[in-house]
């Protein structure tokens, strides 16, 4: 079996998605709530508020979750397929890759959006929040993808993304990363070894024909 897997935000699909902003909407809630989030220079994040409310305020976990569908909904209204992307995930199953989405997002949310925009066909597996037992960087959806490919064993696999937790849960997974518009910066700050970045989504299929 070969998986192509692919990132969703601002991968295969240009949002205003504010990740920054739904973290301060979640830690606006749980310090309302009482909590005492240690200081530090660096912005909490997404995962990290989540983790924390799980082990410190489950009360309040649906109540971020209800925070962060809002956002992902009204962002997800608003997208636009980035150039090319119909092209690499076309273009992957023509290779004989099952293409596979993994994201962070919502299900509803996700499905409504690949419909919309005429990915939904295009795509053998999909793995939303919904499916995994935690979000990326955590590898968890990667188990889910190979589950939903029949349990075959993989013989050869990719994980397309734009974003720093991308690469560290294709790596987690053992799965090599190919960066979509990443800096090198940002590879080398999360110790992500790229096997190829990519300015153009359309070039992913030569590239996948060459490995």
């Given at each position: 079996m070969r998986v192509c897997a692919f990132d969703l935000d601002h991968t295969l699909v240009t949002t205003p998605l504010d990740l920054a902003a739904m973290a301060a909407d979640m830690r606006d809630h749980l310090e309302r709530a009482g909590a005492c989030l240690p200081a530090r220079e660096e912005r909490y994040r997404v995962g990290e508020l989540l983790q924390?409310?799980?082990?410190?305020?489950?009360?309040?976990?649906?109540?971020?979750?209800?925070?962060?569908?809002?956002?992902?909904?009204?962002?997800?209204?608003?997208?636009?397929?980035?150039?090319?992307?119909?092209?690499?995930?076309?273009?992957a199953r023509r290779?004989?890759?099952?293409?596979?989405?993994?994201?962070?997002?919502?299900?509803?949310?996700?499905?409504?959006?690949?419909?919309?925009?005429?990915?939904?066909?295009?795509?053998?597996v999909v793995v939303t929040r919904d499916e995994m037992r935690a979000l990326k960087p955590d590898p968890d959806g990667w188990r889910v993808i190979a589950a939903l490919a029949n349990g075959s064993e993989t013989h050869q696999a990719f994980m397309v993304g734009d974003s720093w937790v991308d690469g560290v849960a294709a790596t987690?997974?053992?799965?090599?990363?190919?960066?979509?518009?990443?800096?090198?910066?940002?590879?080398?700050?999360?110790?992500?070894d790229a096997v190829a970045t990519l300015t153009d989504l359309a070039t992913l299929p030569d590239f996948l024909a060459g490995q």
């Open positions: 924390f409310c799980k082990r410190e305020m489950p009360a309040h976990e649906t109540a971020l979750w209800t925070l962060a569908l809002d956002r992902e909904q009204r962002a997800m209204d608003e997208a636009t397929l980035e150039s090319g992307a119909l092209d690499a995930v076309a273009g290779l004989g890759f099952v293409a596979a989405l993994w994201t962070n997002n919502a299900g509803a949310v996700t499905r409504s959006a690949l419909a919309r925009l005429g990915l939904a066909r295009h795509f053998d987690a997974a053992g799965v090599p990363f190919i960066a979509y518009r990443m800096t090198a910066a940002d590879l080398h700050r999360w110790k992500i």
